[in-house]
Nanobody
């Protein structure tokens, strides 16, 4: 199973925007829901959101709902996380995963983790 690859991170001021991408192997990507998580050193990995295989369901954590948008392009085996109105507390390493075991409004399980991409929000 090929690990997903995240990209698009960087530094941004509060209130700014970034778009992250997650690319995975076609065989895994096309049939599975995909999820975004984020992690801050010393804290538990946090669920950000998940999207169904055909975008039929899209879920968000309360902390990002209304500011972040998850989408996917199955032809490119790529999932996106459009982040806007970024806050200092959004600073984290963002990771994606294929929800090969289960997914729902507050969870996504299974698959292998990528390396992640760093997002830093600072003034």
């Amino acid at each position: 199973q090929v690990r997903p690859v995240e990209s698009g991170g960087g530094s941004v001021q509060p209130g700014g925007s970034l778009r992250l991408s997650c690319t995975a192997g076609r065989n895994i990507f096309s049939i599975n829901a995909m999820g975004w998580f984020r992690q801050v050193p010393g804290k538990q990995r946090e669920f950000v959101g998940a999207i169904g295989p055909r975008s039929e369901n899209i879920y968000y954590a309360d902390s990002v709902r209304g500011r972040f948008t998850i989408s996917r392009d199955n032809a490119k085996s790529t999932m996106y996380l459009q982040m806007s109105k970024l806050k200092l507390e959004d600073t984290a390493v963002y990771l994606c995963i294929a929800c090969t075991a289960a997914y729902g409004p507050d969870h996504c399980r299974g698959g292998q983790w990528g390396q992640g991409t760093q997002v830093t929000v600072s003034s």
